[in-house]
């Protein structure tokens, strides 16, 4: 008769199994959660007020004349001159502040328009073709990108010198037609946008290289032109330095310096800061009014890239 022996139990002697988490745990772990999204409202408004501060007092001090200007608060509303301070701008000096807003377009909105053309040529060309030393050459267009432009300001003035374009429209133009940055985009808005199957089927049904830029991938690039005309055009609206250098005759300059020369003479004429004021707050509606038109374009070109 056999006898059954039995085995002692074995000892865990390893950390007890895992229990689920208790209740007020969990919603101790979700309350940063809660309390997150209303700190970030707070920190974007705030960001937001900064934002729209100085905007906010050029728009109520250009309603202003002379005396409130300096009488009343900074953000406190005096007597209703806008139009009064808007005839004043348009009729000074024979109406030169109208011969600056349209220097300022002609500068921003073809010099913009030519720019990006170059640039989106270029980064497709960068994206889409093989050739030797392509690389290096783009190598060579983002390190462009880190030279100041103030860098470059002296060596154009004295090319522009020697070609006779200082103080002519083609001595702000021509320079600005170069912009690695825009380059640098358009290739990575290539690379997101035109699929290389396309371009395929267009070689196929015997179409040629020019061709198929203008007809196949530049309307599949349209949110990415739109995107980098946005960046040069509000790029060229604000330069200065540039007119600065290249410019004497006050019936070329852009707004920007115009406005700066009239601010230069506030002590000898103090009627002159009113007509800064509401001249800067014009020259501001036309960026306003490209962002508004073009936003859809704007923010469909921001996300190129993210998922090809």
């Known amino acids: ?54 905007l906010t007092w050029l728009l109520i001090a250009s309603t202003k004349n002379q005396e409130d200007l300096f009488a009343t608060d ?45 640039s989106v040529a270029c980064g497709y060309a960068f994206d889409k073709y093989d050739f030797p030393g392509k690389e290096k050459l783009f190598g060579v267009v983002l390190v462009g990108i880190l030279v100041p432009s103030t860098v470059l300001a002296l060596p154009l003035y004295l090319m522009a010198s020697e070609l006779d374009l200082v103080n002519t429209y083609w001595a702000v133009l021509i320079p600005s037609l170069v912009n690695p940055f825009a380059v640098y985009l358009a290739r990575v808005f290539s690379e997101g946008y035109v699929p290389g199957e396309a371009l395929e089927a267009a070689r196929m049904d015997g179409a040629g290289e020019v061709r198929i830029f203008a007809r196949v991938s530049l309307p599949m690039l349209a949110p990415g032109f739109v995107t980098i005309f946005l960046f040069t055009f509000t790029a060229a609206w604000n330069s200065f330095y540039s007119s600065l250098m290249m410019l004497n005759d006050e019936k070329l300059y852009p707004v920007t310096l115009g406005l700066y020369t009239w601010y230069q003479s506030v002590q000898q004429q103090p009627e002159y800061y009113t007509l800064v004021i509401v001249g800067s707050l014009v020259s501001v509606v036309p960026l306003i009014v490209a962002f508004l038109c073009l936003q859809r374009f704007w923010r469909s070109g921001l996300t190129a890239g993210a998922v090809k």
């Open 1 to 54: 008769m056999s006898t059954r022996t039995r085995l002692p139990a074995p000892v865990r002697t390893g950390p007890p199994p895992p229990t689920a988490p208790a209740a007020p745990a969990e919603r101790r772990r979700d309350r940063p959660r809660l309390t997150a999204k209303p700190v970030v409202n707070a920190v974007l408004v705030v960001f937001a007020l900064y934002t729209l501060m100085p």
């Open 74 to 118: 900074p953000f406190g509303l005096g007597a209703f001159h806008f139009f009064t301070n808007l005839g004043d701008l348009f009729t000074q000096n024979d109406g030169i502040f109208l011969r600056w807003m349209a220097n300022t377009l002609l500068y921003t909105v073809v010099g913009a328009f030519l720019t990006t053309l170059v």
